[in-house]
């Protein structure tokens, strides 16, 4: 379960405002990719807040709203199908993080971010492998981003229905390759993620 201790462990080593940070949506074969940032009032305990993925549907979309209206700040940006194609997902997923942080208001001056990778930040940074499984601020991150991710698949869907991004999200299902195979690529695929349709 998500502690505090990071963030105690920062705020003790001198950090005024620590920010946990995540992304959704790397491995989807259409969209873009979503990453937030959110700062939480230290103590601040919301039930149930835990690694989005673990948590159902309806649960993710009450967190999201006790979030947004008990965080401290917070932030959610994300990098276009194009920025994707441009830079590479690892790059684009970074620039999202990026991105949130820097709506931050107040401005964080240490980010926990999920994941191993701490370079391209302009602030210091501690890359936390399975973070939001380890860190309140990190999981709650992953909350908005899920959500706010999801919420565009609906959309997606109602714009290109024959793909079927309701119900699988953009990821690589089955039903999405023969979608994608039947019908060709949409504007919201993501070009360099099509290679089976090579094979």
Request: charged content about 25%; overall charge negative; glycine content about 8%.
């Amino acid at each position: 379960m998500p502690s505090y201790e990071l963030e105690k462990y920062y705020h003790e080593q001198g950090f005024a405002v620590v920010c946990g940070v995540d992304e959704a949506g790397r491995g989807p074969l259409s969209g873009p990719v979503f990453a937030a940032a959110v700062i939480l009032p230290d103590g601040l305990y919301i039930e149930g807040l835990n690694d989005s993925k673990k948590i159902s549907p309806k649960k993710r979309e009450k967190l999201f709203d006790e979030i947004c209206q008990n965080a401290i700040a917070y932030g959610i940006a994300s990098a276009s199908v194009e920025e994707i194609d441009s830079i590479n997902i690892l790059e684009a997923s970074l620039l999202a993080m990026r991105r949130a942080i820097e709506m931050l208001e107040p401005k964080a001056d240490f980010a926990l971010i999920d994941g191993n990778c701490e370079k391209s930040f302009t602030l210091p940074v501690k890359a936390v492998v399975k973070g939001d499984a380890t860190s309140f601020s990190i999981a709650a991150a992953s909350i908005l981003a899920k959500v706010s991710r999801d919420r565009l698949c609906l959309e997606h869907d109602q714009m290109y229905p024959q793909y079927g991004f309701a119900k699988h999200k953009g990821y690589g299902t089955k039903a999405h390759m023969d979608a994608i195979r039947t019908y060709g690529p949409c504007p919201l695929h993501r070009k360099s993620f099509l290679g089976f349709l090579e094979k």
